[in-house]
T-cell receptor
Framework: EAGVAQSPRYKIIEKRQSVAFWCNPISGHATLYWYQQILGQGPKLLIQFQNNGVVDDSQLPKDRFSAERLKGVDSTLKIQPAKLEDSAVYLC????????????FGPGTRLTVL | KQEVTQIPAALSVPEGENLVLNCSFTDSAIYNLQWFRQDPGKGLTSLLLIQSSQREQTSGRLNASLDKSSGRSTLYIAASQPGDSATYLCAVRTGNQFYFGTGTSLTVIP
């Protein structure tokens, strides 16, 4: 069974530029999550999708971050414009359902904002 | 707001030793608790998932317990090996949110 795929693995941009990350969850997983992990901290949930609907985006900085999952499979997370403090690893995870199921994580995208 | 704490922040043990990692949380109204390991520069690997109605889960040399009323979970690793060296994270689900601890960095010395 293929795992959660993410691309790119690394991205370096200058502040005020835009960037987008892509995630393909495990086949059949209805729930998809985007996390931000700043160095030395645990992951912070940014947004959770159930199929193509948003379940929770309470911690997503909506003035600059956006995410979509149009067909209920792949998802993209965008930052526009980026700030220095956005430097982090962006992790995508998926699970069969939302409440009780195990989450499986992708390898992450390491973003550096200069 | 749920707060998750992991103690110790770092741990170094000789190979073969049994060890316990701790995770505590402030709000006992959780759906589940999950333990992960994270290797440097990589994503998280799921180790064990404990539902709120369960007391413990076991997988190979790993055993995780959950005491929801006291807001605590422990991860027991038996007969540690150098390959167990990694950062171990716990996460609790409260409502629609997941809250992670900052992890315990484990080094197993050959």
């Amino acid at each position: 069974e293929a795992g959660v795929a993410q691309s790119p693995r690394y991205k370096i941009i200058e502040k005020r530029q835009s960037v987008a990350f892509w995630c393909n969850p495990i086949s059949g997983h209805a729930t998809l999550y985007w996390y931000q992990q700043i160095l030395g901290q645990g992951p912070k949930l940014l947004i959770q999708f159930q199929n193509n609907g948003v379940v929770d985006d309470s911690q997503l900085p909506k003035d600059r971050f956006s995410a979509e999952r149009l067909k209920g499979v792949d998802s993209t997370l965008k930052i526009q414009p980026a700030k220095l403090e956005d430097s982090a690893v962006y992790l995508c995870a998926s699970s069969l359902e939302a409440t009780s199921n195990e989450q499986f994580f992708g390898p992450g995208t390491r973003l550096t904002v200069l | 707001k749920q707060e998750v704490t992991q103690i110790p922040a770092a741990l170094s043990v000789p190979e073969g030793e049994n060890l316990v990692l701790n995770c505590s949380f402030t709000d006992s109204a959780i759906y589940n608790l999950q333990w992960f390991r994270q290797d440097p520069g990589k994503g998280l690997t799921s180790l064990l998932l404990i539902q709120s109605s369960q007391r413990e889960q076991t997988s190979g040399r790993l055993n995780a317990s959950l005491d929801k009323s006291s807001g605590r979970s422990t991860l027991y690793i038996a007969a540690s090996q150098p390959g167990d060296s990694a950062t171990y994270l716990c996460a609790v689900r409260t409502g629609n949110q997941f809250y992670f601890g900052t992890g315990t960095s484990l080094t197993v010395i050959p």
